[in-house]
Nanobody, 125 residues
Framework: QLQLVESGGGLVQPGGSLRLSCVASGDTLDNYAIGWFRQAPGKEREKVSCIGRITAGTNYLDSVKGRFTVSRDNAKNTAYLQMNSLKPEDTATYYC??????????????????WGQGTQVTVSS
């Protein structure tokens, strides 16, 4: 059974960068599309990005386009979210989650499972 573990979060100054990792175990990552989500205190969880299974097509939340890049290395069973030019409003707990089969990234977050435990990203001076 697939399990996901995120890492790479931390405290960074505005304008800085972080790379989040999502390591899969229990199954091979190339059986899944992978979504990245975030939830800030008092706000709803939102989809930040997603990378497809087969074509590795990607999509992004408008507010992170041009700053965040999602990628995957199926040989390492790992997906990544490279975050550049970070802003205080990017502060949140970031989660990765899997979408099985041939379903596309455009599906709502309720279709994604399982989820990782999350990693905290804090952007502050």
């Amino acid at each position: 059974q697939l399990q996901l573990v995120e890492s790479g979060g931390g405290l960074v100054q505005p304008g800085g960068s972080l790379r989040l990792s999502c390591v899969a175990s229990g199954d091979t990552l190339d059986n899944y599309a992978i979504g990245w989500f975030r939830q800030a205190p008092g706000k709803e969880r939102e989809k930040v990005s997603c990378i497809g299974r087969i074509t590795a097509g990607t999509n992004y939340l408008d507010s992170v386009k041009g700053r965040f890049t999602v990628s995957r290395d199926n040989a390492k069973n790992t997906a990544y979210l490279q975050m550049n030019s970070l802003k205080p409003e990017d502060t949140a707990t970031y989660y990765c989650a899997a979408l099985s089969g041939f379903r596309r990234c455009g599906l709502p977050m309720t279709d994604f499972a399982p989820w990782g435990q999350g990693t905290q990203v804090t952007v502050s001076s």
